[in-house]
């Protein structure tokens, strides 16, 4: 069953005055399947922010629909968004967006909180998750305290912690060195594999080698496809290589 239906997605920015208007996205169309794990590639300027951003509700449409588990989130009202955001989506970004002035028990709860869960419920949630993502000893800990990666994990854990139905993750391994970068792809593929559904943005091959399927955005569009199927992490890396050049020689 698809869980994310995008049919005809535009995004046109126009300057101030109206004058000069450029494509961000162009027809985006495609949807993700309930516990699938896709990433999406392209150039700087392809429009895949662009499109994270708005599956985010974070910016607007110029047309087009977007479907989660049915619901038109287009049509979510603005005053309900935040709300929508934190029953139905988990964000993982490349700068963390962690609170340096709470613990980081506290910024995995902040989501509850503001969803104003019981606090023995949010015990209840974080002890599993703490101890699966191997941060349960940097609970008390302040950010500025702890790595990279443990930072990246504590991410995680506050994406995974309101039981989002989707993931969007945007260059989850961007700050990361190689080490922290492969100890993240490992805990994406097991949560996946555990049935959470992942969508992530990625300019790393080797990150998006990791994922069931690949879209690759070009021009604000969807210029082709691949999906992992049998395929081993290192036959899938060598796929997208050979289509990001093809890609960058404009598609010839």
Do not use: W
Not at 17 to 39: D, M
Not at 102 to 108: A, M, Q, T
Not at 182 to 202: A, H, K, P, R, Y
Request: proline share 2%; net charge positive; glycine share 6%.
């Amino acid at each position: 069953m698809s869980l994310l239906r995008v049919n005809n997605l535009k995004k046109i920015y126009s300057s101030r005055f109206g004058g000069n208007k450029v494509k961000a996205l162009n027809n985006i169309t495609f949807s993700v399947e309930e516990g699938e794990y896709v990433a999406i590639m392209g150039e700087s300027g392809s429009g895949k922010t662009t499109l994270l951003n708005i599956l985010a509700t974070l910016d607007k449409q110029t047309s087009g629909e977007i479907y989660l588990n049915e619901e038109n989130i287009l049509k979510v009202k603005e005053s309900k968004l935040s709300e929508f955001r934190r029953n139905n989506l988990g964000f993982v970004f490349q700068d963390f967006n962690l609170l340096d002035t709470f613990s980081v028990k506290d910024n995995i709860f902040l989501p509850l909180v503001l969803s104003k869960i019981d606090y023995k419920e949010m015990e209840k949630r974080i002890k599993p998750l703490a101890k699966r993502l191997n941060i349960e000893n940097l609970l008390e800990k302040y950010p500025y305290e702890i790595s990279g990666g443990q930072k990246q994990r504590t991410a995680v854990c506050r994406a995974l912690i309101t039981r989002p139905k989707l993931i969007l993750a945007d260059e989850p391994t961007g700050a990361l060195d190689s080490k922290s970068s492969e100890q993240l792809l490992n805990i994406f593929s097991d949560i996946n594999n555990s049935g959470q559904t992942i969508l992530m943005v990625t300019h790393s091959a080797r990150a998006a080698s990791t994922a069931k399927r690949v879209l690759f955005i070009k021009d604000g569009e969807v210029f082709h496809q691949i999906y992992k199927g049998n395929m081993r992490d290192d036959e899938m890396y060598e796929k997208i290589l050979d289509t990001l050049t093809v890609l960058h020689r404009g598609g010839e």
